[in-house]
Every structure is written in structure tokens, then in C-alpha cells.
């Protein structure tokens, strides 16, 4: 598992950073936050994993990306994000106002990744950080996972009736 890098929003594909931008704007006035931004990233390649390794002394392969470290520290729990497959997006509690997406996906996917890290957001709201840890991961993963595909059925619904109203 490697980590991740900024990317500037211009950066980004602008129909996937388009997706992205609709669905937060929808996220955020239906579960009324506040303040949450999006931020994008990509995978480090090989020479900046070596860089990085080197700069912290750290040995090959070790894992130094965002939320999966804290829980590595937490308990040693194996690393669910990114193991079966790409990471695509992650919300971090010790930078609560940020959700970061990879840039390299789909407009449909960004929409998707968007609806599901912002609903983390909320989530850390409104339950004790108690609940937050490594335990119930699993049961806040499905809320994001099922509120997620909820969001996207709603937002196009609505899309579709602003195009028909047009
Ligand atoms: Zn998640």
C-alpha cells in the first residue's frame, strides 16, 4: 500500500471534478454540514515511495497513508482500505473538514466516493468517537456504502426533473 499525493483541483478531469462538485453541493443541504471541502489525490509512484521511505527512515513497504495508520497503531488490525483494490476515497477524523478523492476516477464513481466519504463526515458528528474506532468499522463502512447509493439515485432523480422543468 502506497500513499497518496496532492492533486489541485485543475488537475482533475473536469467532468469528474464537475460529479464530484454536484453531489457535494447535494450531500452537504441534505445532511446539513458545513464546511467539509473536497481535495483530490493519486497514488505515489515507485520513486516517490522510495523517496519517502528514505526520508523517514522507514522500512520497504511500510504503510504511511492517512487513516489506515491510525488504525495500524490503534490495534495492528489488517488494512481494509485499498487491499482489494484501489483506494478511491478517504475521510481522516484528525482532518474532519476535509474528504479526499482520487483523481483518476469516473465522474460516476466521484459522485459516488463523494456521497460516501461526506456521509463520514456526518457520521463523526453525530456519534461519540467512541463508536468511531476500528471495531465498528464494518457497520459505519455499510451506513456510507448504502447512504451513498441512496444519494445517487436521489441526486439524478432530481437532475433528470430540472432538465425535464428546463
Ligand atoms: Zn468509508
Known sequence: MT???FVPTTDVPADTAAAAERMHSFVCED?????VVLRWFRPETDAEVQEREAFYGLP???TLCFEMAVEEDAGGLPLRLGESGPLNGLYMRHRPNEVWLSASLS?????HVTAHELSHAWQLQHYPEELQGARLRTFFEGLSEAYAAHAVKRL???????????
Open 3 to 5: 500513499a497518496a499525493c
Open 31 to 35: 445532511l446539513q454540514l458545513d464546511g
Open 60 to 62: 520497504p513497504g511500510h
Open 107 to 111: 465522474p460516476d464513481a466521484a459522485a
Open 156 to 166: 439524478s432523480a432530481l437532475e433528470e426533473f430540472e432538465e425535464a422543468a428546463v
